[in-house]
């Protein structure tokens, strides 16, 4: 029987339509292939992956999109007792991609963003028993956009503060989901008050505090740790007293969906592992750095193959990675003495 989830994932999980023909518009594109992702279904099946036990908690639609998706979860062996059902459908959104690999979220096709299950997530149908037993709970802020689903976030703070769950927040910011994206911000901001782990790219820095430095974020929530991820030019971070940053790994990228998903992942599988759950966990700043790197490690190797699920590595994979880094960074030393 598996053992009790100790992270949690609530949100969306969802079919991403990724375009075959790289670089060309919406309207050019010939052919999509669904992947599933969805970011907090994309942690939780890259922390189980990884080995660390988790569950999802999200709705989806009773049609054969959403029972594919309960059938991954289960492959994944993601604890599925916090979802929900509905007879809405299963959410799909379509993503183009640059010749790079870049993605941009283009639409939902015929669809509304609200006509889907994952806006409907009801807040009295959350299984307390899970907040009983887990340490973390992961989110993102797209189910803020949906009142029904905003209700189901609020009883699901309310559960983690009663249960002492430290909350991990992931902005994940897509105005496309929102039909009213200008509530978006200040929504977001009051969520902030109660996380623990605040994960955010760039561009979102920018949006929401007009800056990309992590200790200037940090000083408006000091309750958090901050990681500033930028793609190919690495993660800045703000934990604790430490900071800095951290080199990303130069790969043949394929596709960059889910690959902030996989390194947010890849930080909390090293803090599930060194049962870092506080903010006075994080005194050594070499061993931080470590931890960051093999985030980092995990987001790269995610962005290898098409997908945000099918393309994470298992903790192996990781560790050779690693270790073939490691290696090749060792000759170089030897060159350059020699």
């Excluded at 949100?11 to 518009?25: I, M, N, T, Y």
């Excluded at 989110?139 to 609020?154: D, F, N, Q, S, W």
Aim: proline share 5%; net charge negative; glycine share 8%.
């Amino acid at each position: 029987m598996q053992n009790s989830p100790q992270v949690l994932c609530l949100g969306e999980v969802l079919w991403d339509c990724l375009a075959d023909q790289l670089g060309r518009p919406f309207t050019e594109v010939k052919s999509w292939t669904p992947y599933p992702g969805g970011a907090p279904a994309n942690v939780a099946c890259a922390l189980a992956k990884l080995g660390t036990t988790a569950g999802f908690i999200g709705c989806l639609g009773q049609d054969r999109w959403g029972q594919q998706l309960i059938e991954l979860l289960d492959q994944h062996q993601v604890d599925r007792t916090g979802i929900q059902q509905r007879e809405e459908p299963t959410r799909q959104v379509y993503v183009t991609r640059s010749e790079a690999g870049d993605r941009i979220f283009s639409g939902f096709g015929d669809h509304q963003t609200t006509d889907f299950a994952d806006a409907y997530l009801q807040a009295d149908a959350l299984p307390e028993s899970l907040f009983a037993t887990a340490d973390y709970l992961v989110m993102g802020t797209l189910a803020l956009a949906y009142p029904e689903t905003c209700g189901a976030i609020v009883q699901a703070l309310r559960l983690a503060q009663k249960h002492r769950v430290k909350v991990w927040i992931d902005i994940n910011w897509r105005p496309m989901f929102w039909p009213q994206p200008t509530l978006a911000k200040p929504m977001i901001l009051d969520l902030l008050q109660q996380v623990q782990m605040l994960k955010l790219s760039e561009e979102e820095a920018q949006w929401l505090f007009n800056t990309t430095d992590p200790e200037q974020i940090a000083r408006e929530y000091p309750q958090a740790g901050v990681l500033v991820t930028a793609g190919a030019k690495g993660c800045r971070y703000k934990i604790s007293a430490c900071c800095g940053h951290t080199e990303a790994f130069r790969v043949p990228v394929v596709d960059t969906t889910g690959a902030g998903d996989a390194f947010l992942a890849g930080f909390l599988h090293q803090c599930c592992a060194r049962d870092f759950h506080y903010h006075g966990d994080f005194q050594d700043a070499s061993l931080l750095k470590e931890m960051i790197r093999y985030a980092s490690a995990v987001g790269a190797l995610a962005t290898l193959k098409p997908g945000a699920i099918a393309s994470q590595p298992t903790a192996a994979e990781v560790q050779s990675f690693l270790d073939a880094h490691h290696r090749d960074s060792c000759r170089s030393s030897q060159l350059e003495s020699s």
